[in-house]
C-alpha cells in the first residue's frame, strides 16, 4: 500500500522567502510527527498531531516555524522568512497509534536549500 | 533528559565483516529501544527493536541486545553486504504514552565487494 508521501521532494528558496512542505500520511494512521535532519545531525523533532487533540510543538525552533494538520489528514509544515540555518532535510512520519507498538513509518524527506 | 549517543561514522567495511554500531542511552525511567535504518534516497524504516532489558532485536540477519546494566543496545551482523549500505539511526522511546522518539546521530555504513 501507500506509504507516507511527501512533497515537494526538494525545494530549493531564497532567504527570507517562505515555503510550504506537504505531508500525506498512511490512510487510518492518527499520528503524525515532523522530523528535522541536519547536516551532521540526528533527528530533531519539531511537532506532533495525535487525532484531534491539540498539538505538541514544543519542538518547533522558532516562531518562523508552523504546521497545521487538517481533517486529521494532511499535514503542512511552514516556514516563514527562511534563513540558512534552516537548510535540511524535512521528515514526515505517521503511526497508528504512539509507544512501542506503533512503529513510526517515514517519508523520504523534502530536501530544502536556502540560498 | 534522554540523549542516545551512537559511534561515529564513516564505517567502511568489505562484504561478508562483522559489524558492529554502538549505541548507548542515557533515559529516565525504561526506555523502549530501536534501530532505524535510511537506505540511499529512501525515509528511514524500523530496523528492530527491544522493549525491555535483555530483549534481543532482530531482522535482516541484524541482532541488538538491550543491555540495561551498560545502558547499550549495540548493533551486531556477522557478515553484512553490499546492500546494507546505509546510515543506521539508533532511537528510544521512554515513558508511558510517550511518542517522541530521541535519535543518536546516525552512523554510515558502507560494504565494499
Known amino acids: 500500500g501507500a506509504g507516507v508521501s511527501q512533497s515537494p521532494s526538494n525545494k530549493v528558496t531564497e532567504k527570507g522567502k517562505d515555503v510550504e512542505l506537504r505531508c500525506d500520511p498512511i490512510?487510518?494512521?492518527?499520528?503524525l510527527y515532523w522530523y528535522r535532519q541536519s547536516l551532521g545531525q540526528g533527528l530533531e523533532f519539531l511537532i506532533y498531531f495525535q487525532g484531534n487533540s491539540a498539538p505538541d510543538k514544543s519542538g518547533l525552533p522558532s516562531d518562523r516555524f508552523s504546521a497545521e494538520r487538517t481533517g486529521g489528514s494532511v499535514s503542512t509544515l511552514t516556514i516563514q522568512r527562511t534563513q540558512q540555518e534552516d537548510s535540511a532535510v524535512y521528515l514526515c512520519a505517521s503511526s497508528l497509534g504512539t509507544g512501542n507498538n506503533s512503529p513510526l513509518h517515514f517519508g523520504n524527506g523534502t530536501r530544502l536549500t536556502v540560498t | 533528559g534522554n540523549s542516545v549517543t551512537q559511534m561515529e561514522g564513516p564505517v567502511t567495511l568489505s562484504e561478508e565483516a562483522f559489524l558492529t554500531i554502538n549505541c548507548t542511552y542515557t533515559a529516565t525511567g525504561y526506555p523502549s529501544l530501536f534501530w532505524y535504518v535510511q537506505y540511499p534516497g529512501e525515509g528511514l524504516q524500523l530496523l528492530l527493536k527491544a522493549t525491555k532489558a535483555d530483549d534481543k532485536g532482530s531482522n535482516k540477519g541484524f541482532e541488538a541486545t538491550y543491555r540495561k546494566e551498560t545502558t547499550s543496545f549495540h548493533l551486531e551482523k556477522g557478515s553484512v553486504q553490499v546492500s546494507d549500505s546505509a546510515v543506521y539511526f539508533c532511537a528510544l522511546i521512554s515513558g508511558a504514552g510517550s511518542y517522541q522518539l530521541t535519535f543518536g546521530k546516525g552512523t554510515k555504513l558502507s560494504v565494499i565487494p
Open positions: 490512510s487510518g494512521h492518527t499520528a
